[in-house]
């Protein structure tokens, strides 16, 4: 197996990985950022009131983005089984 086939194959699994985690990551991040400028405006600090949104949101997106997720992630690795003997060479 060269080493050109082997870094192309990593940066598609680094991709794949990238592009699944995208939404659910940018939904914590908004969730975070409304949370901090909520406490921001209120003067609460409360950690639980940081923690639970932003689990709530990746959670929701989570479940949304579920069937697509899967859709990526059994493509990539039908993908990567069919290109397997050229691989094992």
């Known amino acids: 197996m060269s080493e050109a086939l082997v870094v192309g194959v990593v940066r598609q699994a680094i991709e794949t990985a990238v592009l699944v985690t995208l939404p659910m990551l940018a939904a914590g991040l908004l969730a975070g950022v409304l949370v901090s400028i909520f406490q921001t405006v209120t003067s609460i600090q409360d950690n ?34 069919q290109r397997l003997p050229e691989l094992v060479r």
């Open 48 to 81: 639980v009131l940081a923690f639970i949104p932003r689990a709530a949101a990746i959670f929701v997106v989570f479940a949304l983005t579920f069937p697509w997720i899967l859709r990526i992630v059994v493509g990539f690795s039908s993908s990567l089984i």
